[in-house]
Structure formats: structure tokens, C-alpha cells
């Protein structure tokens, strides 16, 4: 058995405003054993960095819809456990709504981070 895994560090969009939420996704590899290539297990988490608090809120994209996982508010550094994907799941979506950013306090630092393994 093998793994392996990769991040998507997380930034948000150019020019948007101070506390203004915002939405990224994360591809998933095919879970379940479903593709091509099998893959099983698929987790995913989000690291933070920072002290600026943000919430999370998380949707897991499926063929045939989608499924809400959050809110995941979050006010100190460290992991988040977001979830294990299953087959049919395609990709995570990550709405993030931060609070407390001002031209002294950065925005928190998030990187999303997608762990596999394969029989």
C-alpha cells in the first residue's frame, strides 16, 4: 500500500476587502476505488496559521450533488479535520469567512491539505 498527499495553499482573491468572505475548491482524487488509479482512503484538513479567528465552512462536491460539512470555526493555529471522502466525491469546497483583520493583524494563513492512500 502506498500514499501520498498534496496541499492547496489558500489565498484570497486580489484586491478584495478586509473581512470579506470568500470560496475556493479543492479537487479530490477518485475515492472509493473508483478510478483509473485507486485511491483509498482520501482525507481531507485544513491547516491554519495566525491568530486572526476564521470560520470554515465546508461543502463536499458529489456526482449528483453535495453535501454541507461545516461551519468549522477556528481561533487559534493548528489542524482541522474536514473529512474522509468516499466514492463519487469530486471535490471539497471551502467558504471562508475571516474576522478581525485590520492593516496591523494579517489575514490567517490556510492551506488545505489532501491525503490518499492506494491498495
Same mark, same amino acid.
Given at each position: ?7 492547496? !495553499?489558500?489565498?484570497? $482573491? ?12 479543492? $479537487? ?19 491547516? !491554519? ?13 458529489? #456526482? ?12 487559534? $493555529? ?19 469567512? $475571516? #474576522?478581525? !483583520? ?18
Amino acid at each position: 500500500m502506498g500514499s501520498g498527499a498534496y496541499a492547496v !495553499v489558500i489565498d484570497p $482573491p486580489a484586491g478584495l476587502a478586509a473581512n470579506t468572505p470568500f470560496t475556493r475548491v479543492v $479537487p479530490l482524487p477518485p475515492a472509493g476505488n473508483t478510478g483509473s488509479v485507486r485511491f483509498q482512503p482520501v482525507f481531507v484538513s485544513v491547516a !491554519v496559521g495566525g491568530t486572526t479567528p476564521i470560520t470554515i465552512q465546508a461543502t463536499l462536491i458529489r #456526482s449528483g450533488g453535495s453535501q454541507t460539512l461545516g461551519p468549522f470555526p477556528i481561533n487559534s $493555529p493548528g489542524r482541522q479535520g474536514i473529512c474522509q471522502a468516499g466514492a463519487g466525491d469530486l471535490a471539497v469546497e471551502l467558504g471562508f469567512t $475571516p #474576522s478581525g !483583520v485590520t492593516p496591523t493583524t494579517p489575514p490567517t494563513a490556510v492551506t488545505a491539505l489532501v491525503e490518499y492512500g492506494t491498495p
